[in-house]
């Protein structure tokens, strides 16, 4: 079941004309943050600190909520004047930054929000710059820093390491590709469960408003080649290209609608949302540019049994009608166990929560304060 909800929006924060956010019942949406541009991937401080990246204003922006009421209430320029600075992550105190062939880090960034300082260069080898080759960057469980390099194009023989996910030990300089095959990947993440790496790959544009599917994958063993460009989903064959005939492809473990474009994928780990969703994976789907009428802009969660996708259902719709108010990008389970959303389309972060979670946490903390006068 769901709930509508009325929201209110302008070039800065409140409109005169009401859009309307479809929300799953029993939760809900509020504004975090607002004006960041493009507002894409978002890394999350051991202190509370969402960093967020933006291509448009090729900048990093640190949003702090000091006072816990979720709201933002201070905002740090990280860095600014980069080229497309989306791939972001944190680790160890420190935030790194993928720009251009570099990763740079930022050292103890939280207790240095007012003046961070020049990131340093700790990693040079990445693939030049290409407008069309999207990254996004995590560390792994094994401590190894992982990015995801898309192609180059919409339909290409890439070069590696083109099309694939790599693996970098920071400490040698040592890269691996743990997946190959792929298309355009922003959004990754390993399940709390068995620690298999899930990733989100859209698929090709022009094949028509039914194909071919965007894919869900799961990697079983470092090395996987995942199929593009030579097939797309699980059987749409690729004419402009012959696969080679030794090559072994993974197919996809899901597959989802055409032109949905997962962006964002992120398992949730709080503890704030009924159980039923503890551990599963949330989706970020930015919606369609490449089909007759809209699909996508929305975040589902897909349900996961013996390694398996077996269910796929809305949980927030940024669709009101025919028309986009919001196209989601990236996802975070807050500290306080909500989850971010960030809006590439009118630079947003919304907070996803439980109501009745929230409701009872405000109750108890009123009968302590009764309890102690």
Same mark, same amino acid.
Request: aromatic share 6%; proline share 4%.
């Given at each position: 079941m769901f709930a509508c909800a009325a929201v209110l929006f302008s070039q800065k924060l409140l409109a005169a004309q009401p859009m309307m956010i479809t929300v799953t019942k029993g939760f809900g949406l509020t504004l975090y943050a607002s004006e960041l541009g493009d507002a894409k991937q978002m890394a999350l401080g051991d202190k509370g600190t969402l960093f967020v990246g933006s291509h448009k204003k090729g900048?990093?922006?640190?949003?702090?909520? +000091?006072?816990?009421?979720?709201?933002?209430?201070?905002?740090?320029?990280?860095? /600014?004047?980069?080229? =497309?600075?989306?791939? *972001?992550? %944190?680790?160890?105190?420190?935030? !790194?930054?993928? &720009?251009?062939?570099?990763? &740079?880090? %930022?050292? =103890? *960034?939280?207790?240095?929000l007012r003046r961070p300082g020049r990131g340093k260069v700790i990693y040079d080898r990445l693939p030049g710059k290409s407008n069309? +080759?999207?990254?996004?960057?995590? %560390?792994?469980?094994?401590?190894?820093? !992982?990015?995801?390099?898309?192609?180059? #194009?919409?339909? #290409?023989?890439?070069? @590696?390491? %083109?099309? +694939?996910?790599?693996?970098?030990?920071? /400490?040698?300089?040592? +890269?691996?590709?743990? @997946?190959?095959?792929i298309r355009n990947v922003t959004g990754f993440d390993w399940s709390p469960i068995d620690g298999a790496l899930w990733f989100a790959d859209e698929g090709r544009d022009w094949m028509g408003d039914r194909l071919p599917p965007d894919e869900i994958n799961r990697l079983e063993k470092n090395g996987e080649h995942f199929g593009f460009p030579y097939i797309h989903g699980a059987s749409v064959i690729e004419p402009a290209y012959d696969k080679p005939k030794n090559l072994k492809i993974t197919l996809p473990n899901y597959e989802l609608p055409a032109h949905v474009s997962p962006m964002g994928l992120h398992f949730y780990r709080g503890q704030q949302f009924p159980a039923k969703y503890h551990n599963q994976m949330f989706v970020a789907e930015n919606g369609s540019w490449n089909r007759s009428s809209k699909i996508g802009y929305q975040v589902v969660m897909l349900a996961i049994e013996g390694q398996k996708v077996i269910k796929r259902s809305t949980v927030v719709s940024f669709l009101d009608g025919g028309f986009p108010v919001a196209r989601p990008y990236g996802l975070l389970t807050a500290p306080d166990g909500a989850m971010y959303i960030s809006d590439n389309l009118k630079g947003n972060i919304y907070r996803l929560y439980y109501k009745d979670t929230v409701k009872k946490k405000i109750e108890q903390a009123a009968q302590a304060e009764d309890t102690e006068k």
């Open positions: 900048a990093i922006v640190a949003l702090v909520d +000091s006072n816990a009421d979720g709201r933002v209430d201070k905002r740090y320029t990280i860095a /600014k004047g980069l080229d =497309n600075p989306e791939a *972001i992550a %944190f680790h160890h105190g420190d935030l !790194y930054v993928a &720009v251009d062939e570099k990763i &740079v880090k %930022f050292v =103890n *960034i939280e207790n240095r069309k +080759s999207r990254r996004a960057m995590h %560390f792994g469980p094994d401590g190894r820093l !992982y990015v995801a390099i898309g192609a180059p #194009c919409n339909v #290409c023989e890439t070069v @590696a390491p %083109f099309g +694939s996910i790599i693996a970098i030990d920071l /400490k040698t300089g040592g +890269s691996e590709q743990v @997946a190959m095959g």
